[in-house]
């Protein structure tokens, strides 16, 4: 059975970083694409990003374009999502995710396997 642990969110001030990890057990890491979403409050679960088990192939929303990375270590079996530049309206709850039916823009129905999700406010 897949695990999915979050970790590193917080509270930042606008315009400051975030670094969220999660950590995968029970899958071959290597072999499988990867993505972040996010839950604000009274609102539906929506994409931020995906890549690919070799990290070839990266999506991004339009949302976070230009502010956010995802990237994978595969030694680690540990996918990121670094955030630059956050605003407001990038707090949330954001989930690991994995068991995607598409990387392209994934809807929640197209994910399998989810994390617990972390916590991420920005303060304005």
């Known amino acids: 059975q897949v695990q999915l642990v979050e970790s590193g969110g917080g509270l930042v001030q606008a315009g400051g970083s975030l670094r969220l990890s999660c950590a995968v057990s029970?899958?071959?890491?290597?072999?499988?694409?990867m993505g972040w979403f996010r839950q604000a409050p009274g609102k539906e679960r929506e994409f931020v990003a995906t890549?690919?088990?070799?990290?070839?192939?990266?999506y991004l929303s339009d949302s976070v374009k230009g502010r956010f990375t995802i990237s994978r270590d595969n030694a680690k079996n540990t996918v990121y999502l670094q955030m630059n530049s956050l605003k407001p309206e990038d707090t949330a709850v954001y989930y690991c995710?994995?068991?995607?039916?598409?990387?392209?823009?994934?809807?929640?129905?197209?994910?399998?396997?989810w994390g617990q999700g972390t916590q991420v406010t920005v303060s304005s």
């Open positions: 029970g899958r071959t890491f290597s072999r499988v694409a």
């Open positions: 890549i690919s088990w070799s990290g070839g192939n990266i």
């Open positions: 995710a994995t068991d995607l039916r598409i990387l392209a823009a994934p809807g929640v129905r197209d994910v399998g396997s």
